[in-house]
Each structure stands twice: as structure tokens, then as C-alpha cells.
């Protein structure tokens, strides 16, 4: 029998402290790749450590659904998904009913419109501190955050004088574990609150008067003929903002680190940025922001011979996944030309990311905007963990930066 301390894969704190447990999801895919878990202080689950196992998880909606808890919090918050009604809360057939009236934003057309206004972010962010020579920044701080953030805010049409509260609300959720980032008080059930409060106003505003923005699209969409519910248009506003912000900030935050990290890997970028797609993929790989989403078992069944029971919690740990090593070569190197990749970053099947167009597109550019002004950069401190088990990454990451002048624009 496999002995483990199951909070080693849940205890936000020892993320913040150690990183990912990579070595024991490792020693869970060889060992017992479906294992119960009864971590203290959350309810129990069977995690879920290989590939396999989670892609055919995620394309059988039917025997694991959607519609029981989606993320993996602390006992106190585990049952917070009652408020919401969001489409990573629905199952077949509403599923594809409510995701269609998002899907048409994140369509190659409408991602090739929108990688005009990425570039001239990215362009902004740089120049702004190539002007400084050889600057000491926070990368989180200065590009990673700003760039998702002005990006999510402006594609559902908030004004630009709400973002510094449209990231609070996203860091609150995400970061509701870490002490910097969380609410002062009350916890994400008040963010929430919160944000539904902020996008009643909006919503009702977009019905009066649409906009060309997906608020519009959201408040004034018709789901199997009857105009979207309350909850299902609050939701999706709220979905959108969150999910669209701190994932992204991380995959930009920890691929940058990672670069840094693989100093081999960063001059063959470098030198050749016709391996910019391919490292977009390896740099996904190897973040993962998204540590865990779950799954109920909605009858009793069996995985790998381990016998379910209606009603139990899988949590699909997508890093381990992106590591294993019946379907990588070498699954612990970060190789910018990494091809086939065929990671889970963003899931698969039914609830495959909305957004993984858009977030592709953000690292893409940045890293076609960054390579080729790149002088210099070095770690310039120490960087600091975000204290969470969901959307993982660093809170800071110091560095010097020296950047030239624009070659294209
Ligand atoms: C690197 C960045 C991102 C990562 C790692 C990520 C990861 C994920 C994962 C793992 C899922 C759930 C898959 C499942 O349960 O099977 C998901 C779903 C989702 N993501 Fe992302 N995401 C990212 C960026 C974005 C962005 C930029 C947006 C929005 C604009 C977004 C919106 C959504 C939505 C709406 C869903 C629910 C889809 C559904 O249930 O059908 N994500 N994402």
C-alpha cells in the first residue's frame, strides 16, 4: 500500500512553500494512478494522476459530470459553486446551448481581429519599460497581469476605469487561499456577490442599449428560445472575467520563469523565433495554471478496476498529465521544440478551454513582441509563490530587464 500525506497535493500553503508536488503525482501515476484521498480540512476525492485516465474522464460527461463541485476548495468553501451556474457547472445538453453564445468571440476570425489590440498592449508594456535601460521589475506586476486583464476587460466591454476592480475580484478568487491576495473579509462567497452585483447593473445596461461587446452578446442571448436567465447571464460575465484574467497571468508569469530557468532553451528562442508556436505549446506544458477541475460520478462504475461510487469526486490533476511518461518523451526536460505536445493545459473533450485560442495568442505575441528587443534578463530576487492548489504560479518575479528598441513598429 503507497503511503502518502494526501494535503501534499491539495494544502495551498505547501504549494506556496514547495511548488507543485510533481515528484508524488510522479510516484501516484506508477503506483496508484486512482487513489481516495481524505485530506484534512476538504472533503474527499479520488485524485486522478494519468493521462489517460483523465482524458477519458473528460470525454464521458454522462458517467462524470459537470454538475456537482468543480474546483477543489477548503471545506468551508467547497460547496460555493451553489451560487453560481456557469458553463463549467452544466452538462449535455444545456452545455453546448449556453457555451454557443461565447463560442463565436473566441472563433480564428474574431482571435485574428483580436490580436491587433494584444500586439499594441505588448508594444505599450515594452516600451514603456525599454525606455528605463536596464529596469528592475516585477514581471507579474508590470506584463503578465496587464496584459490578460486589459485584454478580458475590454473584450466584455467594462470601462477602463473598473479594471484595477475587475483583477481584485479575479485575484480574490483565485488567490482567495494566498494572504496577500485574498478578501479582507467574507471570503470569494462576498466576491462573488460582489461581481454579480457589478454585472446586474451592466447587463441591464447592455439590454437597453447592446454594445459591440460580449456583455451584449450575454445579456441579450436566447437559450432553447427563452431569453438567458439571471443566474446563467451573471455567471457567464463572471466566468469570463475570471477565468479569462489569472489563468493567463500565470502562463505568461511561470513560462517567462521557466525561460529563465532553461537559459539553453531561451537562446534557441532567441536566436530562432520560428520556434516561438512550439514553445507556446512547451510553456503550457510545463505551467499548467489550472491545477485540478473535478468531476461526480453520476452512477457506480469503475476506473482501472477501482470500484466509484455514484456521487464520488474525481479531481482531474492536470500537471501530472502533462508529465507522463507513457505519452512524453523525456516528460521532465522544458524543450522549446517539443512536438507532438498533446498536453491537458487546457482540458479536453466537452469543457475543453473557451479560451485557449485567446490565451495562446496572448503568450504567442508577447514572446513575438519580447525575443526580439531582448538585451538582457536575469532573476534580479527571489520569486514568490502564489499560496494556492487552483490556478497556480508566481505572485512575484522579480527580474532585470533590458530591452532595445522596437524592430517592426
Ligand atoms: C493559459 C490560460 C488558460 C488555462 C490554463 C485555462 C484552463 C482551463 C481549463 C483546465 C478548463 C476546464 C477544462 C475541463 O474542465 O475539462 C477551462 C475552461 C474554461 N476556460 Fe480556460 N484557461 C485559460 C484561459 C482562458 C481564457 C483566456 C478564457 C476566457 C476568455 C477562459 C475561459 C474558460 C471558460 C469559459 C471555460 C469553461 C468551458 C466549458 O465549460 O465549456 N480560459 N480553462
Known sequence: ???????????????????????????????APVVFC?????????????????????RDPA????????????????????????????????HGAYRAIGNRWFVPRNLRR????????????????????????DFIQEIAVPLPMRMICGLLGLPA??????????????????????????????????????????LADRRREPREDLLSVIANAEVHGKPIGDLEALSYAF??????????????????????????????????????????EEILRWTVPANQMLRTATCDTQLRGVPILKGDTLVLFYPSANRDESVFDEPDRFLVDRKPNPHLTFGIGEHFCLGAGLARMEIRVLLEELMPRLRSIRLDGTPKRIETNLIVGWKQLPIELELGAASNH
Open 1 to 31: 500500500m503507497l503511503e502518502f500525506d494526501p494535503l501534499d497535493l491539495v494544502e495551498p500553503s505547501r504549494y506556496a512553500e514547495r511548488g507543485r508536488p510533481d515528484a508524488l503525482f510522479a510516484k501516484l501515476r506508477r503506483e
Open 114 to 137: 483580436l490580436e491587433d489590440r494584444v500586439r499594441a498592449l505588448a508594444q505599450e508594456l515594452l516600451d514603456g519599460i525599454a525606455e528605463r535601460g536596464a529596469a528592475r521589475i
Open 63 to 94: 458517467r462524470f459530470s459537470n454538475t456537482g463541485r468543480i474546483a477543489l476548495l477548503k471545506k468551508h468553501e467547497d460547496d460555493l459553486i451553489r451560487n453560481v451556474r456557469t458553463i463549467i457547472n452544466m452538462d449535455p445538453p444545456d
Open 161 to 202: 476605469k473598473d479594471e484595477p476592480f475587475a483583477l481584485r475580484l479575479s485575484n480574490e478568487v483565485f488567490g482567495g487561499d494566498d494572504p496577500d491576495m485574498k478578501r479582507a473579509e467574507g471570503g470569494r462567497e462576498k466576491t462573488i456577490a460582489e461581481a454579480f452585483g457589478y454585472f446586474t447593473k451592466l
Open 239 to 280: 466566468i469570463i472575467l475570471a477565468a479569462g484574467i489569472d489563468t493567463t497571468r500565470n502562463a505568461l508569469g511561470s513560462g517567462i520563469e521557466a525561460l529563465l530557468a532553461h537559459p539553453d532553451q531561451l537562446e534557441r528562442l532567441r536566436k530562432d523565433p520560428s520556434l516561438i508556436p512550439t514553445a507556446v
Open 38 to 58: 481524505e485530506p484534512e480540512g476538504y472533503e474527499p476525492f479520488w485524485a486522478i494522476t494519468r493521462h489517460e485516465d483523465i482524458v477519458a474522464i473528460s
